[in-house]
């Protein structure tokens, strides 16, 4: 299994090596300091890395290493303290379409149908009715979910709530898929079921995928390399590279070692 350690000064090498800077993304140097009203309290340390185009990477850490801090910097939903964050080139200052950004919880909107769900992000671009009606059939074709188009949210399980999010957010064509817990409310049978769907999916558009996590094992399912994540400050502990062909399955000797490294390395024991 291959580990790869980074520290501060290995951030712009990683950069280099994987071309976020221009094609994918790049986290350079990110610090945020929070004011808690008891002081300044350092959420996040001079965290780098890249993801290239198309690749597909996880984030995970121990509790309080300030995964959610990050995906929240990276989204342009808060500012870092300092260092920077460029997605296909163009830094991040807010919330752009050249992203797409997936929650734990659905963010649907109850009033609206699927097809109305996954279609309302188009609804704000200049492309022609047509060509976004086209669009929104593609993404409901591609999550499954064409049959359930005039269903309300209410009536969908919380797995066919998540990929209508997940449609919703492919919908635009964005750069980059972000994606924070998005399997964290559903059962375990669920989360396998959807960790394999998203992955087709994955492969079939090539997007860029940053998925953040608490699960270990998923993880390793997912991702082309795994970001992992120490705490107090949060910061780059080390970079794994999961050199395991797909489909993985859990019963793998390599995969148990991947998620042993990595439980080793957040101090979750073997």
Same mark, same amino acid.
């Given at each position: 299994?291959?580990?790869?350690? #980074?520290?501060? +000064?290995?951030?712009?090498?990683?950069?280099? #090596?994987?071309?976020?800077?221009?094609?994918?993304?790049?986290?350079?140097?990110?610090?945020?300091?929070?004011?808690?009203?008891?002081?300044?309290?350092?959420?996040?340390?001079?965290?780098?890395?890249?993801?290239?185009?198309?690749?597909?990477?996880?984030?995970? *850490?121990?509790?309080?290493?300030?995964?959610?801090?990050?995906?929240?910097?990276?989204? *342009?939903?808060?500012?870092?303290?300092?260092?920077?964050?460029?997605?296909?080139?163009?830094?991040?200052?807010?919330?752009?379409?050249?992203?797409?950004?997936?929650?734990? =919880?659905?963010?649907?909107?109850?009033?609206?149908?699927? +097809? +109305?769900?996954?279609?309302?992000?188009?609804?704000?671009?200049?492309?022609?009715?047509? =060509?976004? !009606?086209?669009?929104?059939? !593609?993404?409901?074709?591609?999550?499954?979910?064409?049959?359930? #188009?005039?269903?309300?949210?209410?009536?969908?399980?919380?797995?066919?709530?998540?990929?209508?999010?997940?449609?919703?957010?492919?919908?635009?064509?964005?750069?980059?898929?972000?994606?924070?817990?998005?399997?964290?409310? @559903?059962?375990?049978?669920?989360?396998?079921?959807?960790?394999? +769907?998203?992955?087709?999916?994955?492969?079939?558009?090539?997007?860029?995928?940053?998925? @953040?996590?608490?699960?270990?094992?998923?993880?390793?399912?997912?991702?082309?390399?795994?970001?992992?994540?120490?705490? !107090?400050?949060?910061?780059?502990? !080390?970079?794994?590279?999961?050199?395991?062909?797909?489909?993985?399955?859990?019963?793998?000797?390599?995969?148990? =070692?991947?998620?042993? #490294?990595?439980? =080793?390395?957040?101090?979750?024991?073997?």
């Amino acid at each position: 299994m291959a580990g790869v350690n #980074r520290d501060s +000064e290995a951030g712009d090498e990683s950069a280099d #090596r994987y071309g976020g800077a221009d094609t994918g993304v790049a986290v350079d140097g990110v610090g945020k300091t929070y004011d808690d009203g008891g002081g300044p309290v350092r959420a996040l340390d001079d965290v780098s890395f890249a993801v290239e185009s198309g690749e597909f990477v996880c984030v995970v *850490g121990p509790s309080g290493c300030g995964k959610t801090t990050l995906f929240r910097v990276i989204a *342009g939903l808060t500012g870092a303290t300092d260092g920077s964050v460029r997605v296909a080139g163009a830094p991040v200052t807010a919330p752009t379409t050249d992203m797409g950004v997936v929650f734990q =919880e659905y963010h649907l909107f109850p009033w609206l149908t699927v +097809e +109305e769900n996954v279609g309302f992000g188009l609804e704000r671009s200049d492309r022609p009715q047509g =060509e976004r !009606e086209r669009r929104v059939d !593609e993404m409901l074709d591609l999550v499954g979910l064409t049959e359930f #188009r005039d269903s309300y949210p209410k009536s969908l399980s919380g797995g066919m709530k998540q990929r209508v999010a997940i449609a919703r957010s492919l919908a635009v064509d964005p750069e980059l898929l972000l994606m924070d817990e998005p399997f964290g409310a @559903v059962d375990a049978q669920t989360r396998e079921m959807l960790q394999r +769907e998203l992955l087709d999916v994955w492969a079939s558009t090539g997007k860029t995928v940053l998925f @953040v996590t608490h699960d270990v094992a998923e993880a390793v399912t997912l991702a082309d390399r795994i970001v992992v994540m120490a705490a !107090e400050p949060g910061r780059v502990a !080390e970079i794994v590279d999961v050199d395991v062909p797909r489909p993985r399955e859990r019963g793998d000797p390599a995969f148990g =070692e991947h998620v042993a #490294r990595v439980r =080793e390395l957040i101090g979750a024991g073997p």
